[in-house]
């Protein structure tokens, strides 16, 4: 290699790798549901005692907020699935007994980080009138 090209790659190379080192690393913001019960528009003979929603981060339950609407009434705020024994990243809600209708659980979650998160899960139980 002629001394020129060396020294024309080296300070590229510098300049390259101090980029990757101060660019920003890719955060987990917002807490995500990986999985539910019941899941996500599912359709049960019968209601469910409780349902469960675990996310990718841990959550401040303390900050939590679940309602549950049927059909085309007004929502009902549920307890909040606060019970610490459950691990920091699940709820588990408990619900009331649920005739046949469809049903919306809307939850507002502030994880770890700060971020809050809203979501929905849709379910019905029997044959909706």
């Known amino acids: 290699m002629t ?4 020294s024309a790659v080296g300070p590229a190379l510098l300049l390259f790798l101090a980029c990757l080192l101060l660019a920003p690393s890719p955060a987990a913001a917002h807490a995500i549901v990986l999985e539910s019960s019941p899941v996500h528009d599912a359709v049960l003979e019968r209601g469910p005692g409780q349902v469960t929603l675990r996310f990718n981060s841990k959550i401040e339950k ?5 309602t549950l609407s049927a059909g085309d009434h007004a929502p009902v705020i ?4 606060a019970d610490e024994a459950t691990g920091p990243d699940r709820l588990v809600i408990p619900l009331p007994h649920l005739e ?5 659980l809307r939850y507002r979650v502030l994880a770890v980080d ?3 998160t809203e979501g929905a899960l849709r ?3 029997g044959t909706p009138r």
Request: zero cysteines; hydrophobic letters at 40%; aromatic letters at 20%.
């Open 3 to 6: 001394r020129s090209y060396r």
């Open 62 to 66: 303390r900050f939590t907020r679940v």
């Open 78 to 81: 549920l307890p909040n699935g």
């Open 100 to 104: 046949a209708g469809f049903y919306v």
């Open 114 to 116: 700060g971020h809050i």
């Open 123 to 125: 379910f019905t139980v």
